[in-house]
């Protein structure tokens, strides 16, 4: 019997990924339920975030939440798309409820698909870490949502300059004006009148997505929206 050397590969891959799973299985972070990071259970029974700091901000859990700190912080530094895509589908869940609300959608159609734009990372950060948390998240709702819904675009928004990590800034005064004029838009014609979405894993004070969403809107955004899996 001749295999092709796809069929190899494929074959290869397959008895790698079962080896790895036998090595290193998947428990979740609540329960721990063999199989996968966070179980629908969990994603249940975790409690749901309160009033953000601005109306057009919207998470869907309270970060302390025993399951979804961890989680979030799985998703944040080690990578994990498995948790991206567990996230990802609960907000894309998350917009679509938002888009039968016209008042705040203005009328969500399929002619003029919103715009996803992932809060972005200093060079410095991306190098370091080597992926976007919030552009993995952005991702996963394309995937799950229907064609020409979302429109992903990670390259408008950018990052201008390093500024200290907000996790690291326990004066609540500081982090409010610590990512003053951190962000910029590149060909902001892109944006013009197109309605956006602002994509974040966590917001605490605001500040970071009250800037990005700033900035967007003075580059001549219709509408704007905030979404976080955490606040």
């Given at each position: ?29 609540g ?17 749901r ?26 998703l ?13 589908g609960?907000?894309a ?39 976007n ?7 996963a ?91």
């Open positions: 019997m001749i295999f092709s050397t796809r069929a190899i590969s494929e074959k290869f891959l397959s008895a790698r990924t079962l080896l790895y799973d036998i090595l290193f299985p998947e428990y979740c972070v329960c721990k339920t063999r199989g996968i990071l966070l179980c629908a259970d969990c994603t249940g029974a975790a409690a975030a309160e009033e953000t700091p601005h109306p057009r901000i919207f998470s869907l859990f309270q970060y302390h939440d025993r399951r979804i700190k961890p989680a979030v912080k799985m944040k530094y080690k990578n994990s798309k498995a948790l991206a895509g567990i996230f990802g609960l907000l869940e998350h917009l679509l409820e938002l888009s039968s609300e016209e008042a705040l959608f203005d009328g969500l159609s399929y002619e003029e698909p919103w715009l996803l734009l992932p809060i972005p990372l200093s060079s410095k950060r991306y190098r370091t870490r080597g992926y948390q919030a552009t993995l998240l952005g991702q709702i394309v995937a799950k949502t229907p064609p020409n819904l979302f429109i992903l675009d990670t390259d408008v928004l950018y990052k201008k300059c390093e500024t200290e990590s907000q996790v690291k800034i326990k004066d609540r005064r500081k982090r409010l004006v610590n990512p003053r004029g951190s962000f910029g838009v590149h060909d902001p014609a892109r944006i013009k009148k197109r309605n956006c979405i602002i994509i974040d894993d966590v917001v605490t004070t605001g500040a970071t997505m009250r800037e990005a969403m700033r900035v967007v809107k003075k580059a001549g955004a219709r509408k704007l929206l905030g979404l976080s899996v955490a606040h």
